[in-house]
């Protein structure tokens, strides 16, 4: 496995084509940098389809008594629009980053279980076209994001609209949990030797406080949902009021999920950005430690906090006191955050690239809506709040201005080491000021529409009570954030060909990732580097940045056991084969795993359907086929 | 979820590779499964007793009931049963630490004999599980029989939802319990294979302390 | 972190069969006196009732953990993966039982 390679360092040549290519190649690939591909191209078409569902909301806003659309299918476009952003493209997004980025920051050859990743991405785009598709058939859920039951019970749900979210956010969950494991399992096990915990990019840092978010949130939904489905289905009395059952259970439930599920869509974003800023700054992060900490802190008290979505519901004094005092201390290491990047800035030498404007257009926008949510964290000051546009305000710039824009900067930044080409910078640029702009034209209306008591999710609003003229403005910013969309897909699709080549390391950047070609050959590095600080690439190419950090060799024995060499820039580009590394073979086993979950739960829909010998068949026989292509899978070698 | 796991647990890419820690890549994400275990069944349990007392109609675990129509029910737990079974249960936790013993040292002196017989300490746990599994059934259909159905009232349905996830749990560990017994009947299991025996150890395990739980939870505290 | 290695998997040994059979039978003891208690009316009806019993099965549930599940004896990663989402799930349902007044203060 050892190779004595001398590593050349002739200058990089153009990008190289993928070895493999053709559908069946990307049906059947563990490679997490082509899963993560697969993850980063499905969730931007979600991204489209989830913006098309708010294009069609706003225009039905633009103006009082506006029938643009139906208000059964408005309801529709509101849950889908929430379902989508939610758990089809922030989540993805992420999840497309910690594929790409994980194993390649912490100097691995791939995670932990490849194939296991490819079946995360299988179920999860298997999943999405199971809860995407019924819209165009006028079958879409139609409950909210949220599903609060009972409107999403058999009694005010009836018909398989709410059935359709509910199957879907179940499949979509075994998908977060399975990938989940594999991330913990790949950060705490997959590390090159020398790379401690507190020398972790700070990507990766907060990609593992997420995966022990997404590890202890998701039974929580996966069990409140097969309440609502055993409900639905088998006719239990779990959110049913005349049996004695609570529908405030389902909200609690959903919102121990819901509220570390905003975390889990943030702090990727910070993550992201947490790269971006130290890069273009051309110094260290400020704090790192303390950086490090407050990610975690936040996902901890992120389990304490839920209720403060429920204050209108009447939960009393107590309770509801000790929700906004938590919710008032989670405020702090999301502020510590704030105040580190702009330390980080402080005293750079800094530059503007894309992904640099988006990371400060973050730090900006997140602010915003921190502040707007510290206002409604007090119980007092929510109850004039809660159900109105906000709150719409409130976590738009959250999600928006925080989750989105990180997002962006890591698409920009990330660019080149994925493609091996840079993006526009004058497009980006366009795309940077298009979507600021926008996105402040579309959302700050909203706070006054809130505030002069406009509720969330009416279909329609009477003239004269003060909404016009700000759900006019909303509207044309949403226009604004569609053309500034278009201008960033077409940046993306003709930098892929014609982009500057970008070489190993554009930015100078001082993670691992940085030191291998772009894009990586299939097995990362041809030698595992051995790390001695926080920030090995600028150990190597700038080392006055970081000569005042510890410097620690790890010991002899963790450097031969992993065959590691000092850290160094990789240019040549041989095969696998030639080198000498195992790699996992391609198989079709986890797509058919997946398949077969799918399977099964589409019986469930036909059962309702009332075809119960066809139910019947499609449950058992997509068990069975489960079941037959995971004992196929387990039996089969990796590598 | 289980398949998760298992899909999980049967992944080897860790053999002759470095590892930071030098410790198993399935073991990790089995410990990693079962944390997100507790929280399943704290969710799972939370609901039981919340709605603990709520039922409107019986019948009643602890308490007898009389319908409007005039039909009596008698208070529907059968604690010598579950008792009974709860044994078996915890029984089969001691039988499957000796089946890992027993692999991890095949061929060592003092595992000569029954200690070193990895086959039928193997067949030993599965019988129990399986055992226990024959209990729930018959505790349901009489339950049925007494009229408590999953929809009659809330205490069924949150019963049955809690008590039927532990059993299927326990079915999917008995499944893995027989997949690992015809490995061992087919090739024998050597001291090599000892981290696959120890992590399905530790989910059968944890689905013997979840029952520990439920156990007071459900069927002592009245 | 690196010098985890030193302490891997079966660094240690695992306990034997005179351990596990004592284990069994305090398992076995501790069943036996629940359900007997479950059988004392004058028992039941104390303000002890319920508070033992949770006690009882705590204690069979944290020796299992930690001689059958081995966390006694195993690398300290396996015993944080699993005690933080423990202590957060045992948190959460204990604000369950207050947010709908299961228990009350005072």
Redesign the interface.
């Known amino acids: ?1 050892a190779t004595s390679s001398a590593i050349s360092t002739t200058a990089s040549a153009a990008p190289q084509p993928s070895v493999q290519s053709g559908l069946w190649s990307w049906l059947t690939t563990v490679d997490h940098k082509r899963i993560g591909l697969l993850y980063l191209y499905t969730a931007l078409f979600y991204l489209l389809v989830g913006g098309l569902e708010a294009l069609l909301i706003r225009t039905q806003l633009a103006r009082p008594n506006l029938s643009v659309v139906s208000a059964e299918m408005y309801n529709q476009l509101f849950t889908m629009h929430g379902t989508t952003m939610v758990f089809l493209v922030v989540m993805p997004l992420s999840a497309a980053f910690f594929n790409y980025l994980i194993p390649l920051q912490i100097g691995a050859r ?1 995670v ?5 990743n490819a ?1 995360s991405y299988w179920v999860y785009a298997l999943g999405g076209l199971f809860i995407t598709l019924p819209i165009f058939f006028g079958l879409a859920p139609n409950g909210g994001w949220f599903g609060y039951a009972p409107l999403s019970g058999p009694t005010y749900g009836g018909g398989y609209n709410m059935d359709f979210w509910v199957l879907g956010l179940q499949i979509l969950g ?1 998908s977060s ?2 990938a ?3 991330f ?2 790949t950060i ?4 090159a ?5 507190m020398r972790m990019p700070m990507f990766t840092w907060m990609s593992f406080v997420v995966q ?1 978010l997404i ?6 939904i ?3 949902l ?2 609502l489905q ?1 409900d639905r289905f ?5 959110y049913q009021v ?5 529908p ?2 389902w909200q ?2 959903f919102w ?1 999920f819901g509220h570390p599920e905003v975390y889990i869509l943030v702090l990727p974003a910070f993550g992201l950005v947490s790269e971006v800023l130290p890069t273009h700054s051309r110094k260290p992060l400020f704090g790192y430690n303390v950086m490090a900490f407050s990610g975690m802190m936040i996902g901890f008290l992120g ?2 906090v839920w ?1 403060h979505h429920m204050f209108a519901v009447g ?1 009393g004094p ?2 509801d006191s000790i929700f906004a005092v938590t919710t008032m201390l989670i405020g702090i290491p999301t502020g510590v955050k704030i105040f580190n990047w702009i330390a980080t800035m402080y005293g750079g030498s800094l530059r503007f690239p894309t992904s640099m404007k988006f990371a400060i257009g973050l730090i900006a926008m997140f602010t915003i809506g921190g502040i707007s949510g510290v206002m409604h964290s007090s119980p007092p000051s929510d109850l004039q709040q809660t159900d109105t546009y906000f709150i719409v305000a409130h976590f738009h710039y959250v999600l928006y201005g925080g989750a989105i824009m990180g997002i962006f900067a890591g698409i920009y930044h990330y660019f080149p080491k994925i493609t091996g080409r840079l993006m526009n910078e004058r497009l980006g640029s366009w795309h940077f000021w298009l979507n600021f702009i926008g996105l402040n034209l579309t959302f700050f209306p909203m706070h006054f529409s809130g505030m002069l008591g406009m509720p969330r999710r009416i279909y329609t609003y009477d003239a004269g009570q003060g909404w016009d003229l700000f759900n006019m403005i909303s509207t044309v910013g949403t226009y604004l954030l569609l053309v500034a969309g278009l201008i960033f897909a077409y940046n993306f699709f003709s930098s892929r060909k014609r982009g500057a080549v970008a070489g190993n390391d554009p930015w100078g950047g001082a993670t691992l990732e940085w030191s291998i070609p772009s894009p990586p050959p299939e097995y990362n590095f041809a030698q ?1 580097p051995e790390v001695t600080s926080r920030y090995p690439m600028w150990d190597l190419k700038a080392p006055d940045r970081t000569a005042s950090l510890e410097h620690v060799h ?2 002899a ?2 450097i031969a ?3 590691a060499v000092p850290v160094h820039e990789e240019t040549e580009r041989r095969s696998a084969k030639e080198l000498g590394i195992a790699i ?1 073979f391609s198989t079709i086993r986890p797509f058919m ?1 997946a398949l077969g ?1 799918i399977i099964m739960f589409s019986g469930l829909i036909v059962l309702h359907v009332g075809e119960f010998p066809l139910a019947m068949a499609a449950m058992l026989g997509g068990s069975a086929f ?1 079941v037959g292509s ?1 004992y196929a ?2 039996t089969s070698p ?2 | ?1 289980a ?2 796991a ?3 647990a ?5 053999h ?1 590779h ?4 030098g ?1 198993n ?2 073991k ?2 089995m410990w ?2 079962i ?3 507790c ?2 069944f ?3 349990i939370s ?1 039981y007793l ?2 603990k007392g ?3 109609v019986g019948p009643f675990p602890h308490e007898a009931w009389t319908s409007p129509t005039g039909q009596a029910f008698k208070p529907i737990l059968n604690i010598p049963v579950t008792s009974a079974s709860t044994f078996v249960l915890l029984m089969s936790s001691l039988f499957m630490v000796l089946a890992l013993a027993a692999v991890e040292n095949k061929g060592k002196p003092g595992y000569e004999g029954l200690l070193g017989a990895s086959k039928f300490w193997l067949a030993a746990t599965a019988a129990a599980g399986a055992t226990f599994l024959g209990f729930q059934a018959f505790e349901f259909t009489s339950f049925v029989h007494e009229g408590l159905t ?2 009659t ?2 205490f ?3 019963f049955y ?1 809690l008590t039927g ?1 532990h059993g299927t749990h326990v079915a999917v560990g008995v499944l893995w319990l027989m997949t690992m017994l015809f490995i061992d009947l087919k090739r024998g299991l050597e001291p090599r294979d000892a981290i696959n025996v120890d992590i399905m150890a530790l989910y059968w395990h944890f689905v013997d302390v979840v029952w520990i739980a439920i156990f007071t939870l459900v069927y002592l505290i009245k | ?3 985890d ?1 030193t302490h891997a998997d079966h660094a240690h040994e695992h306990p034997t069969w005179k351990q596990y059979k004592w284990v069994a039978l305090w398992l076995f003891v501790i069943t036996v006196f629940e359900v007997w208690a479950y059988y004392v009316p004058a028992f039941v009806a104390s303000k002890a009732f319920v508070p033992t019993l949770i006690i009882m099965s705590a204690v069979k549930f944290t020796i299992v953990v930690l001689f059958y599940m081995h966390l006694k004896y195993d690398h300290q ?1 396996f015993r944080r993966l699993f005690t ?2 423990l202590i ?2 045992a ?2 349902l204990v604000a ?1 039982l ?3 007044s299961k228990v009350r ?1 005072g």
């Open positions: 496995m791939d932990a279980f490849p194939r296991l079946f075994i949990l399975a989940a494991f594999n913990i399992t705490i096990n997959m590390r030797p020398g790379m401690t915990l022990f590890v202890l949130a998701f039974p929580v996966t069990a409140a097969f309440f055993f088998f006719g239990t009395n779990f005349q049996a004695g059952g609570d405030l259970l609690h439930l121990v389990f304490g209720a939960m107590v309770a595992i790890p010991s024995d963790d056991a992993a065959h996992p795993v979950i489960m995971l899978w387990l990796l590598e | 979820m398949t998760v298992a899909a999980g049967h992944e080897a890419h860790e002759a470095y590892t930071t820690t410790l890549h399935r990790i994400a990693t499964f944390g997100s275990e929280m399943l704290g969710s799972l609901t919340v709605y709520r039922s409107v999953i929809r009232n809330l069924g349905t949150s939802t996830f | 972190m690196s010098t290695r990663m933080g989402p957060i799930a948190c959460t369950f207050f947010l709908f203060i």
